[in-house]
């Protein structure tokens, strides 16, 4: 997950759209960590979502859009990260929103599921659902590709070399804070500064 | 409070706000339905043969899906033994075992794993519950789980603090859920997001640990990392009743800064209630009196303690209710209790059969979370139903179709009698 732009469909949601929504409570029994339970959670993701058009179509496991636009509070509610991994898992690569819930954030990060872009200005009426758009993670923008807008974003900071990396571990691997393997005598985790939190 | 916790933990004489700090995990909590998940990238990540970073400190509690049929459930709860068998842990809580103890919010504090100005992770957003002890207690995914599972630490962003102070007495008609829904519904659910609620004031030191569980367990609702308060008397008179350990509380500096600060007077609060679909959709009871119900459901880690089964039944002793009404308790020491505490002579149990309630004899989550179709209490339809949990979201306890208003365990009983929302305060004269 390494490139620098991601380009594909948008599909447009609104304000808190909370984690009941993204994955609801009777697919939690699905343990992320078992392939065929990953793909599952991939086919059931945003299936919440009230009045709004299937994110992933009926009888499929792929979503045909990469790109979820957003308001506010994206991702509230629990913990569970069932619910980047559901976006991720359906083939969601990034979701461009103006604030994201704490945990859901840091879940993004952690398992390098998902780019969680914030965007200074509501976006949400600049796109409608299927339009083309392309994220410039350099540049820090989207630009519509329909309408030819070009909008900013928030930079993503240290959260970015993490996800670029697939996530916690694997980056926490390659700057040394946890051995290069995995070793049942690992323990310590060495503090490095350039690590991002929440 | 949460910078002088984060700083011991991190072994700094001080921390600042949006500081990222290293912090060693006192306690490390995790359930069935994420445990399974977090096992599988601690296998993955530190080998099939690694061990847990310190036995002592994680505690398992399964508590969300345990009296289904679903296959997949069970096979969960299997991988978490299988788990705790293979790393000795001690502080495993099985289902079907007299150690089995119920949602784990509750049963950590139950148990004496929670203990003032310690550090608890959890894979539940609500493991900021445990603020009400004076701890640093916030929820995490999977993969920050496993990493501590590994490690015994995590990086932590400090987070700035919103003070919240309620000056006098409660009104005795008030619960804490009146409190904290009414300040969501002033912050909105994104107002406290990265930030530390703290709570003060006389009339917070006047409740008890049950009602600051209840406050602190819903500041996620309202966006918070964690919820904290001072620790008292009434905290160590828990705490030391339940565990032996040495615990060192932080107390509030009279120059700390924050970066919100809201004072009520306790006496003008009133009776609150969430609409569908969001807990910051605020309402007065009284405002809502037209509002039909098909259900009530008093249970989960913020409304089914004990506190919150005497309130109910306070309200419905000598009288009927007018809808189906679920009752689950939180804990098993609960639902034992609920069986041997009396009110007018009657025991709890008592008062609610005779009432018409139907009180599940198993403790957990059950349709706080919807769950497996076949969960007690589940949302299957179109229902409008008050409840004593904590979230209202489409779908929360079920069906898209059904409607959730989130109230106290007191507003929930009287309209469940009346059949529409009511404000329980004709009913405690
Ligand atoms: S009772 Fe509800 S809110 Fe509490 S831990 Fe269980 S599912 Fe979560």
């Known amino acids: 997950m390494s490139a620098n732009t991601i380009r594909g469909k948008v599909y447009v949601l609104g304000d808190n759209i909370d984690t009941d929504q993204i994955i609801p409570a009777q697919y939690l029994n699905l343990v992320p960590t078992i392939p065929d339970e990953y793909e599952k959670l991939g086919s059931y993701a945003l299936c919440g979502v009230l009045d709004a058009a299937a994110y992933v179509p009926e009888g499929r496991t792929k979503t045909p859009y990469a790109i979820i636009v957003a308001g506010r509070n994206f991702g509230c509610g629990s913990s569970r990260e069932h619910a980047p991994i559901a976006i991720g898992a359906a083939g969601g690569r990034a979701v461009v929103a103006e604030s994201y819930a704490r945990i859901f954030f840091r879940n993004c990060v952690a398992t390098g599921e998902l780019y969680p872009m914030e965007t200074p200005t509501r976006l949400v009426g600049e796109f409608v659902v299927g339009d083309e758009a392309e994220i410039d993670l350099d540049a820090s923008t989207i630009t519509n590709l329909r309408s030819g807008a070009v909008m900013p974003l928030a930079p993503l900071g240290d959260a970015r070399p993490v996800i670029d990396a697939g996530g916690l571990f694997e980056y926490a691997r390659r700057t040394g804070m946890i051995a290069p393997t995995a070793h049942p005598d690992v323990r310590e985790a060495v503090p490095v500064n350039r690590v991002v939190e929440d | ?429």
């Open chain 2, 1 to 429: 409070m949460t910078e002088k916790i984060l700083a011991r933990a991190s072994g700094k004489a001080a921390v600042r706000p949006g500081e990222n700090v290293w912090v060693n995990v006192d306690t490390l909590m995790t359930h069935d339905v994420c445990g399974p998940g977090t096992i599988g990238i601690f296998e993955r990540e530190f080998g099939a043969c690694a061990k847990v970073w310190d036995r002592d400190k994680v505690v398992i509690i399964p508590d969300h899906y345990i009296f289904t049929a679903d296959d997949k459930c069970h096979r969960n709860v299997d991988i978490l033994r299988r788990f705790v068998r293979e790393q000795g842990l001690p502080h495993y809580y099985d289902v079907g075992s007299p150690r089995y103890k119920g949602v784990c919010h509750v049963a950590l504090a139950q148990e004496g794993h929670c203990r003032p100005g310690e550090v608890l992770f959890g894979t539940d957003s609500h493991t900021c519950t445990a603020g009400a002890f004076n701890q640093f207690a916030t929820g995490i995914g999977n993969t920050d789980a496993a990493f501590i599972l590994g490690t015994g630490k995590l990086l932590v962003k400090v987070p700035p603090t919103m003070r919240f102070v309620f000056d006098g007495e409660f009104p005795p008609y008030l619960m804490a859920k009146d409190v904290i829904l009414h300040l969501i519904g002033e912050i909105g659910v994104d107002g406290g997001t990265y930030k530390a609620m703290e709570f003060g004031g006389e009339a917070i030191q006047r409740l008890s640990m049950e009602e600051r569980m209840t406050l602190c367990n819903m500041v996620i609702e309202g966006g918070g990392k964690n919820g904290i308060i001072e620790a008292d008397d009434v905290t160590f008179d828990y705490v030391r009743a339940r565990t032996r350990k040495a615990f060192e509380p932080v107390t509030p500096d009279a120059d700390a800064a924050h970066v919100f600060v809201k004072r009520w007077n306790a006496r003008t609060i009133e009776p609150t209630v969430a609409k569908p679909h969001s807990p910051d959709k605020r309402a007065a009871a009284r405002e809502l009196e037209d509002v039909k119900l098909t259900r009530a459901y008093i249970g989960s880690c913020t409304g089914g303690k004990l506190t919150d089964f005497v309130s109910a039944a306070r309200v419905m002793r000598g009288r009927k209710v007018a809808v189906k009404t679920f009752l689950v308790p939180a804990t098993t020491e609960i639902s034992q209790s609920i069986r041997t505490e009396t009110l007018d002579g009657k025991t709890l149990l008592a008062i609610f059969e005779e009432a018409g309630c139907t009180v599940s004899m198993d403790a957990s989550c059950a349709a706080c979370l919807g769950g497996p179709a076949d969960t007690f209490g589940r949302i299957n339809g179109p229902e409008v139903c008050i409840s004593t949990t904590n979230r209202n979201f489409p779908g929360r306890m079920g069906s898209k179709e059904g409607q959730v208003y989130l109230a106290s365990p007191y507003t929930v009983a009287a309209s469940a009698i009346r059949g529409r929302i009511t404000d329980p305060r004709e009913f405690l004269a």
